[in-house]
């Protein structure tokens, strides 16, 4: 495989200006470069085993560790589950598990983390995973009970006020919001961005029972995650419940194909649309959907409509703070909320029944089979890093 012909390939048409912030992010480390080509991982991936007889789920598609985070429902409750479903299709079980494990090793290196640290990870999140299958019942995870740095977000996320939020990412003068826009977290829109947002968001406001909310103040392009940069996206600043600390802010996601149907035997459903998809799944399996969520129309182009998730409502990793034992934990925690994901959509368009995700979790081989996989996966994704790196170092990358 042509790694530096897959990448370019893949990425062609996007828009160059975040695309290069994207090149430029997967430069920085290996974990990065993960994040960044979930289509080459599932070209890379095995096609036999557990790859292959596993259960179908609908599953995420792009599980690894900074892909769970705390948010508000749209009960605005806090939760932390699964927060990102870009890539979520109907696949063996095993390829969810399989990215989530990769991705742990290869943030060992990146994190310093103590030899045994990773495999312990790894194991805590594949035994977590297989008892809350077997166990066959679903939950999420509850603040009074979570531990470490997930309890932390879920405190915080809670006790966080809306202007001490809107502080963080507007300036203001007065009564009078407008973006941050510091080439950092949001790029200016143009006029004509600007506009299609503003024409949408009138129309949409219509159908709402209160207009005035969604009255647009301010529309920025915003940058975050890796995979997804180069697609259109903007944050939206709207009046909410009044200027200036009553306002929201929203964002629309431009939603493009998942990576994994290429690599399925059969796609299906058939969807709508690709935003249609990523909302539909979303609500599926996570535990409780996220505020606004819906699938919207933006340049003739499909878009998710949903509350702005702030990039520091996930778990850094490079930053002191956790210890092995409470990193341990939270492998744990996670294996459990993909079992639980993985089983609320058991029975749905093709997915198994609950009874025969229950029997696999109750099953034994197949892990340790999946455990020394995720080395060679790991191995696999430093070297294709490399010779990115090399790539880019060579200009090839460069607009």
């Not at 312990?120 to 740095?149: H, I, N, P």
């Not at 129309?297 to 998710?304: E, S, Y």
């Not at 998730?309 to 034992?325: L, N, W």
Request: glycine fraction near 8%; proline fraction near 5%.
């Amino acid at each position: 495989m042509n790694v530096v012909r897959e990448i370019l390939a893949f990425n062609a048409g996007r828009d160059l200006d975040t695309l290069g912030l994207k090149y430029h992010a997967m430069r920085g480390s290996p974990f990065a470069f993960l994040r960044g080509t979930c289509h080459l991982f599932y070209r890379r991936l095995p096609r036999q085993g557990i790859f292959k007889s596993a259960p179908l789920a609908w599953i995420c598609g792009d599980l690894h560790l900074q892909n769970f985070g705390t948010y508000k429902a749209d009960n605005r409750l806090v939760y932390f589950d699964i927060n990102d479903f870009d890539e979520a299709a109907l696949a063996p079980v095993s390829w969810d598990l399989l990215r989530f494990l990769t991705s742990v090793r290869v943030c060992a290196e990146l994190c310093r983390w103590p030899a045994l640290q990773a495999r312990d990870m790894c194991r805590a999140f594949v035994d977590a995973y297989a008892s809350a299958l077997a166990g066959g019942k679903t939950y999420w995870v509850e603040r009074e009970t979570a531990q470490g740095r997930v309890r932390e977000l879920l405190e915080g996320l809670r006790t966080r006020d809306r202007k001490t939020f809107l502080d963080a990412r507007t300036v203001h003068s007065g009564k009078r919001r407008r973006l941050l826009v510091d080439g950092k977290r949001a790029l200016p829109a143009s006029q004509e961005q600007r506009l299609a947002v503003e024409d949408f968001m009138a129309g949409f406001a219509a159908t709402q029972p209160d207009p005035d909310f969604y009255k647009v103040l301010d529309v920025a392009r915003r940058i975050a995650g890796t995979g997804s940069l180069g697609l259109s996206r903007y944050e939206v600043l709207v009046r909410g419940k009044g200027s200036p600390d009553g306002n929201y802010l929203l964002e629309f996601k431009q939603a493009a194909p998942s990576s994994l149907p290429p690599c399925l035997a059969s796609t299906r459903p058939v969807w709508k649309s690709e935003a249609h998809r990523v909302v539909e799944l979303q609500r599926r399996i996570q535990a409780v959907p996220m505020a606004f969520l819906q699938p919207v129309c933006l340049h003739d182009r499909p878009f998710v409509l949903r509350g702005l998730q702030p990039t520091e409502d996930r778990i850094a990793m490079d930053r002191p703070g956790p210890t092995v034992s409470q990193w341990v934990q939270t492998a744990g925690d996670m294996g459990r909320m993909v079992a639980w994901a993985h089983l609320r959509g058991a029975g749905r368009e093709g997915s198994a029944i609950a009874d025969e995700l229950i029997a696999f979790g109750s099953r034994k081989k197949w892990r340790e089979s999946l455990l020394m996989v995720s080395q060679a996966s790991a191995i696999q994704v430093g070297k294709d890093a490399r010779t990115f790196n090399q790539a880019f170092d060579d200009k090839v990358f460069h607009a």
